[in-house]
């Protein structure tokens, strides 16, 4: 396990080499942040249970796994993981100062298999750092779902190294109770021939801060950041999305569909893809949609693209807010079938296609299901 | 036996010049098992009596009835018309991403039935009533209108209409963009609408095309937001042939 992540080591030393970022692992490289600053002016610091300030862990981290067979993980201590994830902020530099227990987990070279690997962090009332390591050797193929249930405060990383030719599809699902807040930086690494497809889902918890961010290891390599949110009266949730687009002929397609309803709801989505000078070839797309199910409701938008070659295959980027639109409402009433309903049906298409792509029977109902739940509840 | 009376309506909409009065008291009875033939140029405001009977919130009804078999359909939410019996198919059917054709029949079913459709009954029904459309039952997990072409669209139309089974359906230019064939297949599904379930067919029209196929027992023409004339199929001959100008003077001399 060690080579392996001595390998990751040298991957993510660059993830953030842009001059307007520090990344680091010591809090200390980061002030505390105050909510203007361009990285926090929407979270709500004041809500965030002094992660960002001084918050200690008295909780352990709590994590259960149930792998596929054949998918090996250990829960390790600081002393044994030789991890040097470069945070972005100051809660990931917490996080990653402060974790005790880490899950790594391994994923063999040629690996394949139909089952599915769920982890599952159910969070203790007060406050938990933790991280996980996902190594998906060379050829390997497997799905991982990093589910988070319970009550509490928390910071936890992932970093996702997807070495040449393996896919991942990795999915995270925040269905949190009402006043818990996460905070999680999760890095995506993806080398030669590579692919993770990536999914967050975020249905629960009063603040959710979630920053997604790729890097390429090896040429060809694609990734998919697709989310789902819905945020509900007085709920927070914030996505911050990186593509570093490092290496020659890669993909990335980031696809991100939101929801907010009631007062003081509010989701942000910030996409950012960077094409840097040596990434000819490149091939990205990112698009925000979001509706806003009534005035209370508030989503705040921001597509960035950067590119700095000459020589890219298709870039594009797009964000569209709207609300629900009469005409389908009153197509769907004029065949009987009532508002709220309508309206229902309207929400579940507007978010169906993003768990169409995903193939595994059991995991889309479970996710349809959590979502349609969800849906409902926006609606009492 | 049911019946759709519409007594002077006038219907407003507010546009960017203020609020503009489109329908100038319309006086129309529907009954059970009859055609009705609405025919009028472009503008007259026949998409506008659709609509408001059906009750798309854009349009305002300034004053007028519309009662079905005695009821106050105007007092009814969009949901409650249909349940009373009303089926309104529209000229543009809006696309709904991510509902599949199937998922929006059950649920529409399921509201106007009271209860779901047994599912194996219920795939028979579907397949049975797509079939006698022409419509594949590929179809059915396709998202609503989604991709659809014009032709298809109407089909689409008209497969809810044979499989709602309403008392009184306005069909809002439905034969408009299809070929001779899909007209056919669309005006055949009308008809056995009819005679089946002895729907009363309010057929909006603006070409006396369909008139071929679907045989109208009334005509009346639309100018100006009224109906300004009332016959048999005579009448749709006469239009056939010259056309609106003989009633739009009529009405601009008024």
Not at chain 1, 267 to 284: F, H, M, P, Q
Not at chain 1, 343 to 360: D, M, N, P, S
């Amino acid at each position: 396990m060690s080579s392996a992540i001595q390998e990751k080591e040298i991957l993510f030393k660059s993830i953030d080499a842009r001059p307007d970022f520090i990344a680091s692992s010591n809090p200390d490289d980061f002030l505390v942040p105050n909510g203007r600053e361009e990285q926090w002016r929407y979270t709500p610091l004041k809500r965030v249970g002094k992660l960002h300030d001084d918050a200690k862990s008295d909780q352990e981290i709590n994590y259960e796994v149930n792998a596929a067979t054949g998918v090996k993980y250990s829960i390790l201590t600081k002393s044994e993981v030789a991890t040097k994830f470069l945070a972005t902020d100051r809660i990931g530099a917490r996080t990653e100062s402060l974790w005790n227990k880490a899950l790594v987990i391994d994923i063999p070279q040629d690996f394949s298999s139909k089952d599915l690997t769920w982890i599952k962090i159910s969070l203790n009332s007060g406050v938990q750092y933790g991280h996980i390591i996902v190594n998906a050797q060379a050829q390997s193929s497997a799905t991982i779902i990093l589910e988070h249930v319970g009550d509490g405060i928390a910071g936890v990383n992932c970093e996702v190294v997807a070495h040449p030719h393996s896919n991942i599809d990795f999915i995270t699902v925040y269905d949190l109770e009402r006043k818990a807040v996460l905070v999680s930086e999760h890095h995506f690494v993806i080398d030669k021939d590579a692919h993770i497809r990536s999914l967050v889902v975020q249905l629960g918890g009063d603040v959710l801060r979630y920053i997604p961010r790729a890097k390429f290891s090896g040429n060809h390599g694609s990734v998919e950041l697709l989310g789902v949110f819905l945020a509900t009266q007085g709920q927070f949730f914030e996505n911050r999305v990186f593509v570093d687009h490092n290496m020659k002929d890669c993909k990335s397609n980031v696809l991100y569909r939101g929801g907010a309803q009631g007062k003081g709801s509010h989701t942000v989505w910030v996409g950012d893809v960077l094409i840097r000078k040596n990434a000819t070839g490149t091939n990205t797309y990112e698009m925000n949609r979001n509706l806003l199910l009534d005035d209370g409701a508030r989503a705040d938008s921001v597509p960035n693209l950067e590119i700095e070659t000459g020589e890219v295959e298709k870039a594009g980027h797009a964000s569209v807010t709207g609300r629900l639109d009469d005409d389908q409402l009153f197509y769907l009433m004029s065949r009987g079938i009532d508002e709220p309903t309508a309206r229902q049906l309207v929400i579940e298409g507007f978010f169906a296609g993003i768990f169409g792509e995903f193939t595994h029977p059991e995991l889309k109902e479970k996710l349809s299901a959590r979502l349609n739940a969800a849906i409902e509840r926006a609606h009492q | 036996m049911s019946e759709l009376i519409i007594k002077d309506l006038h219907v407003t909409v507010e546009t960017d010049d203020g609020i503009k009065e489109i329908l100038r008291g319309v006086d129309l009875t529907i009954t059970s098992g009859q055609t009705h033939a609405i025919m009028g140029p472009n503008g007259s405001g026949k998409s506008t009596l659709a609509y408001a009977v059906a009750g798309h919130p854009k349009y305002t009804i300034a004053s007028g009835s519309v009662t079905l078999d005695g009821a106050d359909v105007l007092d009814m939410k969009v949901d409650e018309r249909a349940k009373a019996g009303l089926f309104l198919a529209m000229q543009y059917p809006v696309e709904i991403p991510g509902v599949s054709v199937s998922n929006f029949l059950r649920s529409s079913l399921t509201a106007l039935r009271g209860e779901a459709p047994k599912l194996r009954e219920w795939i028979k029904e579907m397949n049975g009533a797509m079939k006698e459309i022409g419509m594949d039952q590929a179809f059915s997990e396709r998202n609503v209108n989604e991709g659809f072409s014009g032709g298809e669209k109407k089909r689409h139309e008209i497969l809810q209409l044979e499989l709602m089974k309403p008392k009184i359906a306005i069909l809002d230019e439905t034969d408009s963009g299809l070929d001779v064939d899909a007209l056919r297949i669309v005006s055949e599904g009308i008809n056995r609408t009819v005679t089946k379930n002895n729907t009363g067919v309010l057929l909006i029209t603006h070409y006396t095309r369909i008139l071929r196929y679907v045989k109208p027992d009334k005509v009346s023409v639309f100018v100006d937001g009224r109906v300004v004339a009332t016959g048999g199929q005579e009448l749709a001959e006469e239009l056939e042939a010259n056309g609106y100008v003989k009633f739009s003077k009529a009405t601009a001399g008024a």
